[in-house]
């Protein structure tokens, strides 16, 4: 009977640790919390165009929190683009920083 009981909270934890294990797996590692993507957005503004595949690389890397972006199209907003040659463009404080950049990267420009 000891044995069974034995056996039986093994299986337990076990099972809750592949739980656990599959749920950490499942969890985009690179998606960002919409407070720092919201912090970054207040800090900065980002130039993207419709068609843009390093735009969309951009766009994934924050996942749902991309929406707390200060994001600009150049596709439907060309007037608000001059001097964007080429998208995706952040501008954090005055600087220009052309392509796609990192979540870490955007936290330390930013100050986030």
Known sequence: ??????????????????ILAAFLIN??????SDEIAKCIG??????????????????NLFGESYQQLNV???FYEGGKCSGIT???TW????EKYVG???????KELTGC
Do not use: W
């Open 72 to 74: 600009i199209d150049c």
């Open 42 to 59: 207040e800090n900065s503004v980002l130039y993207t165009q419709l068609g843009c595949h390093a735009c969309e690389t951009q766009k």
């Open 1 to 18: 009977m000891k044995r069974k009981v034995m056996t039986a909270i093994t299986f337990l934890i076990i099972f809750g640790v592949v």
């Open 27 to 32: 969890k985009p590692a690179n998606e960002t």
């Open 100 to 106: 796609v950049q990192s979540i870490e990267e955007l």
């Open 91 to 94: 501008i954090i404080n005055g």
């Open 86 to 88: 080429a998208t995706p």
